[in-house]
């Protein structure tokens, strides 16, 4: 819904961090389950709640990756602001 | 008492425009955690205990935990709130303005017809089934997971073994 849509343009948009693009995206995959779960909720589908507990599972291990390449840009840097992804620089 | 819902939702997209408008990333994590509060209060009221326990069990304590300890060490020393600087108070506002001028909108007429309808009061209403029941219905459906859903089981245990590998490797760097 609209939720999504904010967290969207959030992603897309970069400002001098890049935990707060994950954060957008943790927002995302909070607007999704709530749109699952209250769609599966009303139409009181029961089988159809696996898909909001599957979509957790692998929205945790999404953020856990992506977690784990900040931890390594910030190791190798000190902080994780955009301008230090450089190395391909023309 | 359908306005609970109505107000809850309103409340939902003011706070995922607070963390949207991008302040420094512990109080982007605190709009977050505070969404995900209201977003549970909505699953709640849609009548869904066990997913609504589910998402603050997991979500909440386990993802949010694992956000601020990695924020707490990934950030600068002066973090910007919300009221510091022109650029983030100015998305925040902008967002809010524009989440006060669409409820008043809808609140003056009934529909919305933008892209995706907005009616009123229609959306919110929960279709009740006849009489009490014995087993509730979402926490059942979940526990289908394991009897109907048994490969599914299997892949996301595998993907979940494969993700902590891909974690370490990553973290090993050189």
């Known amino acids: 819904m609209l939720a999504f849509t904010i967290s969207l343009l959030g992603v897309l948009t970069y400002r001098s961090h890049l ?39 692998f929205a945790a291990r999404e953020a856990a990756v992506g977690l784990a390449l900040l931890i390594s840009l910030s190791n190798t840097y000190g902080l994780d602001h955009i301008h230090n992804l450089n190395l391909l620089q023309c | ?44 009221n849609y009548g869904g205990a066990y997913l609504g326990l589910v998402m603050f069990l997991i979500y909440l ?6 956000f601020g300890y990695t924020a707490a ?5 002066y973090p910007e709130t919300w009221g510091s600087g022109f650029e ?15 409820v008043l909108w809808v609140l003056e007429f009934d529909e919305v017809v933008v892209v995706v309808s907005l009616n009123d009061m229609g959306n919110w209403v929960v279709f009740e089934g006849e009489g009490l029941e014995l087993v509730r219905g979402d926490s059942i459906g979940a526990g289908a997971l394991y009897d109907y859903g048994r490969w599914l089981v299997v892949v996301a ?13 990553i973290t090993r760097g050189n």
């Open chain 1, 19 to 57: 935990i707060s693009s994950l954060l957008c995206l943790e927002g995302i995959i909070l607007s999704l389950f709530i749109i699952s779960t209250l769609t599966t909720l009303n139409i009181h589908f029961s089988l159809a709640n696996i898909i909001p507990i599957a979509l957790l599972v």
């Open chain 2, 1 to 44: 008492m359908t306005y609970v819902l109505f107000t809850l939702s309103v409340l939902l997209v003011m706070g995922f425009v607070g963390f949207s408008s991008k302040p420094s990333p512990i109080y982007g994590g605190l709009a977050l955690i505070v969404s995900g509060v209201v977003g549970c209060m909505i699953i709640l």
């Open chain 2, 61 to 66: 304590g386990g993802m949010m935990v694992v």
């Open chain 2, 73 to 77: 060490m990934a950030i600068e020393e």
């Open chain 2, 88 to 102: 983030v108070f100015g998305c925040f506002l902008v967002g809010l303005m524009m989440e006060v001028g669409l």
């Open chain 2, 157 to 169: 245990g595998w993907t979940l073994f494969v993700g902590v590998y891909i974690v370490i490797e």
